[in-house]
C-alpha cells in the first residue's frame, strides 16, 4: 500500500555531508513511524534513526548520534536524513523504512524503499 523511494545518494568525501531523502506514497504517511537503516558489504542491516508520526520525537544510533538529523514532512508526505561529518564507515546502502509499531528491528518494519548508495572516501 505503501510506496517509498529513496534519493540523495552519491560519493562524498569524510568530513562532508549529504542530504538523503524519501518520498513516500498514498495518503496514510502520517500513520507510520518512519526509520532510517543501513546496510554495509557483508554486514546486517542496522538501525540509523526513526522519528515518530508527529515529528516530535527522534531517536538516533549512537554510531550517528550528534552527526545526523532525522526530519519529516507530512504534507509532503517526505523523510529526510542529513548526514554531517561523514565517516568511511558510513559507507552503506541506506534505506528509509515505514512501520505501524515503535521498533528498532528491521524486520519488523512494513514497508521499504529500494535504497540508495552512499559512499564516504578517506
Known amino acids: 500500500q505503501v510506496q517509498l523511494v529513496e534519493s540523495g545518494g552519491g560519493l562524498v568525501q569524510a568530513g562532508g555531508s549529504l542530504r538523503l531523502s524519501c518520498a513516500a506514497s498514498?495518503?496514510?504517511?502520517?500513520?507510520?513511524?518512519m526509520g532510517w537503516f543501513r546496510q554495509a558489504p557483508g554486514k546486517e542491516r542496522e538501525f540509523v534513526a526513526d522519528?515518530?508520526?508527529?515529528?516530535?520525537?527522534?531517536y538516533y544510533a549512537d554510531s550517528v548520534k550528534g552527526r545526523f538529523i532525522i526530519s519529516r514532512d507530512n504534507a509532503k508526505n517526505t523523510v529526510d536524513l542529513l548526514m554531517n561529518s561523514l565517516k568511511p564507515e558510513d559507507t552503506a546502502v541506506y534505506y528509509c523504512?515505514?512501520?505501524?509499531?515503535?521498533?528498532?528491528?528491521?524486520?519488523?518494519?512494513?514497508?521499504w524503499g529500494q535504497g540508495t548508495q552512499v559512499t564516504v572516501s578517506s
Open positions: 523504512a515505514a512501520t505501524i509499531v515503535a521498533t528498532m528491528v528491521p524486520t519488523r518494519y512494513d514497508y
Open positions: 498514498g495518503r496514510t504517511f502520517s500513520r507510520y513511524i
Open positions: 522519528i515518530s508520526r508527529s515529528g516530535g520525537s527522534t
